[in-house]
Nanobody, 122 residues
Framework: QVQLVESGGGLVQAGGSLRLSCAAS????????MGWFRQAPGKEREFVAA????????YYADSVKGRFTISRDNAKNTVFLQMNSLKPEDTAVYYC???????????????WGQGTQVTVSS
């Protein structure tokens, strides 16, 4: 089992920045690719970003490319999502995800965090 705990969500004005963190425990963190998903009210959960076990490759949804950056610190068992130039449409609950392969779809996720709310005001 892998336990994932997100933090760093909150309320921010449009154009602002937030940094989400996800602390992992349980199995060996560096064995897992990590990702972030989000779910807005009334919408399906969608892929945001993913990173390979070593951090050498990253993947982004088109809607966040150039604004969000995913990174990881294997020594601290933590994955991050730096979110810049935030827009009201980025408002959602953000979920951390772990899988053996880069989680770019909900069906590929093995473990989920509990989520953290991000609200962007206009």
């Amino acid at each position: 089992q892998v336990q994932l705990v997100e933090s760093g969500g909150g309320l921010v004005q449009a154009g602002g920045s937030l940094r989400l963190s996800c602390a992992a425990s349980g199995r060996t963190f560096s064995d897992y690719a990590m990702g972030w998903f989000r779910q807005a009210p009334g919408k399906e959960r969608e892929f945001v970003a993913a990173i390979t076990q070593s951090g050498s490759r990253t993947y982004y949804a088109d809607s966040v490319k150039g604004r969000f950056t995913i990174s990881r610190d294997n020594a601290k068992n933590t994955v991050f999502l730096q979110m810049n130039s935030l827009k009201p449409e980025d408002t959602a609950v953000y979920y951390c995800a772990a899988a053996r392969h880069p989680p770019v779809a909900t069906g590929s996720v093995e473990y989920w965090g509990q989520g953290t709310q991000v609200t962007v005001s206009s």
